[in-house]
């Protein structure tokens, strides 16, 4: 049973900010680094942002003046603060756990995500 629960999309206008939250047990952020990963449509799911399990972070190259990544360890939430939303950030963006770096296969089951529609 998947125990990652990804949340806080939705549509905004370009410009805008979301932050999207993935909620997961206790357990499972004590023990493995989590990523946020992203699949538009048409393309491949690309790596977003990790965080390991002592809180150093990783945001993908081209991603980082505008996303942030976050752990609430008393909510056991992995967050992604996305600012400067543009277009091409449309996607469903998901979480899962086992990775902090793009070149990494994350361990867990992916779920539905959360649809982020960047439009005017």
């Known amino acids: 049973q998947r125990q990652l629960v990804e949340s806080g999309g939705g549509l905004v206008q370009p410009g805008g900010s979301l932050r999207l939250s993935c909620g997961a047990s206790a357990r499972v952020l004590r023990a493995y680094d989590m990523g946020w990963y992203r699949q538009a449509p048409g393309k491949e799911r690309e790596f977003v942002a990790g965080i390991t399990t002592i809180g150093s972070t990783n945001v993908a190259g081209s991603l980082k003046d505008r996303f942030t990544i976050s752990r609430d360890s008393a909510n056991n939430t992995v967050y992604l603060q996305m600012n400067s939303l543009k277009p091409e950030d449309t996607a469903v963006y998901f979480c899962?756990?086992?990775?902090?770096?793009?070149?990494?296969?994350?361990?867990?089951?992916w779920g539905q995500g959360t649809q982020v529609t960047v439009s005017s």
């Open positions: 899962n756990v086992g990775c902090s770096i793009s070149k990494c296969r994350p361990i867990g089951s």
